[in-house]
């Protein structure tokens, strides 16, 4: 299948062409490796301007949505905003695995307040504007965009296989989890 992505940056200074937009394309780049056919980056200014962006794409009906800065808490930061206002539901595990994957390397990335959700079909994902936030965010992109895609055009959940395997995972986690917790003054054996 064809899956289309709708790339945009909002950035007050970028879009006044005070610096070239480095996330952007870093992004676009990450989705075609993925297989998506990219449009953008849409360069526009925060605040209402990325609100209009998000609602023609999503009419324009692309599968995802990616924006790139604007999550920040400056005081111009308002891509969570605008984003929340398009949206349907969010989703709120694929931001928290963002900023996860980014605590790994800087303590500034729980200062992102990026959302993800879904609009009518389409998923639309806020990105952080630094190519570090980028790279965090297409890490964990990679392992879930076509899933996720794939579940917004009515696809089924992974096959059999996957499930029994998941459901073993399970079965160890409540085995281990109904085995009694390690005595922790014992010793272990021929320590005094």
Excluded: C, M, W
């Excluded at 990616?66 to 949206?87: C, H, M, Q, W």
């Excluded at 500034?108 to 639309?124: D, E, K, N, W």
């Excluded at 980028?134 to 579940?151: F, K, P, Y």
């Amino acid at each position: 299948p064809t899956y289309r992505a709708l790339v945009v940056t909002a950035s007050n200074r970028a879009s006044a062409g005070v610096y070239a937009d480095k996330g952007g394309p870093l992004i676009a780049e990450g989705l075609t490796a993925l297989g998506f056919t990219v449009d953008g980056p849409q360069v526009v200014p925060d605040g209402d301007p990325v609100e209009a962006a998000l609602r023609a794409g999503v009419a324009a009906g692309y599968d995802v949505i990616v924006t790139t800065g604007g999550t920040g808490i400056s005081p111009t930061d308002a891509t969570p905003e605008a984003t929340r206002r398009v949206l349907d539901h969010e989703i709120p595990g694929i931001p928290e695995a963002i900023r996860a994957e980014g605590l790994a390397k800087v303590p500034t990335a729980a200062l992102s307040r990026g959302l993800a959700g879904v609009a009518s079909r389409t998923l639309i994902v806020n990105l952080p504007g630094s190519t570090g936030g980028v790279r965090d965010g297409l890490a964990v992109l990679a392992r879930l965009l076509v899933h996720a895609v794939d579940q917004l055009r009515g696809g089924d959940h992974p096959d059999r296989g996957a499930r029994a395997e998941h459901r073993d995972l399970a079965g160890d986690a409540d085995r281990r989890r109904d085995r009694p917790a390690p005595d922790k003054d014992a010793r272990p054996a021929g320590v005094a």
